[in-house]
């Protein structure tokens, strides 16, 4: 798969990224607004690991976001099982390089309509912790709407915080 966008192109990650991976993951800025699952440092084997790991998913829901010919975010989400089936987790990062400039609303807006054509698919959802605002934006502005906030609900850096929850139907 690859969509080819205004600012950036989704692409499936490729072994010829692992640097760039890491150079663009390594961010303590970006650490903090994702999962304890996304390492910190950010490594090269780690990098390495994500890729074999993100390329041998059966369908390949993780991808590459690419600026200027480099890897420099990522974008997947994790479909769900059981009675949840039909509802898919969104998650995204982009380096800090590239903060502010409409990548990630772009890239979330066509991503969203991909999955939702690729997928059996009624619901896409995405949370964000409180502190992060402009993620939450990112949300809104790719036709998000907010549906609930779950108190306390994370912690990040020995920091407590709120899990704000957007949705998108089709």
């Not at 992060?132 to 549906?147: D, H, I, Q, T």
């Not at 994370?154 to 704000?164: P, S, T």
């Amino acid at each position: 798969m690859e969509l080819k966008l205004t600012r950036s192109t989704i692409r499936e990650w490729r072994s010829s990224d692992e640097a760039s991976l890491a150079r663009h993951a390594n961010n303590h800025k970006i650490w903090q607004n994702v999962r304890d699952a996304f390492p910190h440092p950010y490594t090269t084997k780690d990098a390495a690991d994500w890729i074999k790991k993100a390329s041998s998913e059966d369908p390949i829901t993780s991808f590459a976001i690419e600026v200027d010919g480099a890897a420099v975010g990522g974008i997947g989400v994790c479909v769900q099982g059981d009675i949840f089936r039909r509802s898919a987790e969104l998650g995204y990062w982009l380096s800090e390089e590239y903060w502010g400039r409409g990548i990630v609303t772009e890239a979330v807006r066509v991503f969203v309509e991909w999955a939702f054509a690729n997928f059996d698919l009624s619901r896409i959802y995405a949370g964000v912790f409180d502190w992060n605002p402009a993620s939450a934006r990112v949300l809104e502005k790719a036709g998000f709407e907010f549906e609930g906030r779950m108190k306390k609900a994370v912690i990040k850096d020995d920091r407590i915080g709120d899990e704000l929850i957007y949705a998108i139907t089709r």
